[in-house]
């Protein structure tokens, strides 16, 4: 048997380990197919729901006699208060379920089905501060994209896996981001990679509601688009959560050699 070699003959480091799209797709959807109940149903309760609900009351509010013979600049302002609380409401939630699936992957990936109760429990716990990053991280990025495209789209690869390490490490809002940025190293542009993929997904999925919308809009069926839209949304999320999990449990493999023991060790 060889023996391990420090590095070539130059004294240079041999390459670092780089992440594939492959095993983290695998990862991503194994997990949901091992636990369907879990990665599926409940973002229908968190996304789906409370998106269809927020449809329709805002279709009753701006669609009611009393308010549509008033002013268009009134239903202007209704519909643009009603909906910044339906965005906010919406993101409280999202970022809810994020935290609750992180934790439930990142325990499924180590070989332990976390309950749900202890998932919720993380995630509560983790909501605000990872809120708090999430923010941080969506002003940066648009301030990147607004003033030159390409930072902003490296701060979004940097910050992949910011939520992750806020939830699963404790890091705090800045020490999530500052972990974050340290586990992508290196990797960024396969990440960049792995982010299209999964938004091609996504996009597939938003694609249905939109035809049906435009098979349905003018027929008595038009609530199917609503329908549609928060199932798919649902499924975006769950990938998105999961996909998240994938990498950070991957980027901590692979940067800090961190296996199944280590990793295991944020439960007990």
């Known amino acids: 048997m060889s023996s391990p070699v420090s590095g070539p003959v130059s004294g240079r480091l041999p390459p670092a380990e780089k992440i594939g799209l492959a095993p983290i797709?695998?990862?991503t959807f194994g997990v949901i197919g091992r636990q369907p109940v879990a990665f599926l149903l409940l973002p229908l309760l968190v996304v789906s729901l409370p998106t269809i609900a927020g449809q329709f009351l805002l279709a009753r509010t701006l669609l009611v006699p009393d308010v549509m013979v008033e002013s268009s600049a009134s239903m202007m302002v209704i519909g643009a208060v009603t909906g910044a609380g339906m965005g906010l409401f919406g993101m409280l939630l999202h970022?809810?379920?994020q935290a609750v699936l992180t934790h439930a992957a990142v325990a499924d990936f180590n070989g332990r089905r976390a309950g749900l109760g202890e998932s919720l429990g993380r995630g509560l716990r983790a909501l605000l501060p990872a809120l708090a990053a999430a923010i941080l991280m969506l002003m940066g990025i648009v301030l990147g994209i607004a003033l030159l495209v390409v930072p902003g789209v490296m701060l979004l690869c940097a910050w992949s896996v910011t939520v992750p390490a806020v939830v699963i490490e404790r890091t705090g809002v800045f020490g999530g981001l500052r972990r974050s940025r340290e586990l992508t190293k290196g990797?960024?542009?396969?990440?960049?990679g792995l982010a299209?993929?999964?938004m091609a997904i996504s996009a597939a999925l938003s694609g249905i509601p939109v035809a049906f919308a435009y098979l349905l809009v003018t027929t008595e069926?038009?609530?199917?688009?609503t329908l549609l839209q928060g199932?798919?949304?649902a499924v975006s999320a769950t990938i998105g959560a999961t996909g998240s999990a994938?990498?950070?449990?991957?980027l901590r493999r692979i940067q800090d050699g961190a296996g199944p023991e280590t990793l295991a060790?944020?439960?007990?």
Not at 187 to 192: A, C, E, K, V
Not at 246 to 250: I, K, W
Not at 265 to 268: E, G, M, R
């Open 196 to 198: 299209i993929f999964y």
């Open 187 to 192: 990797n960024r542009w396969r990440i960049l």
């Open 25 to 27: 797709a695998r990862m």
């Open 246 to 250: 994938a990498l950070y449990a991957e």
């Open 95 to 97: 970022y809810l379920l």
């Open 221 to 225: 069926f038009y609530w199917v688009d």
């Open 231 to 233: 199932l798919t949304s």
């Open 265 to 268: 060790s944020i439960f007990d």
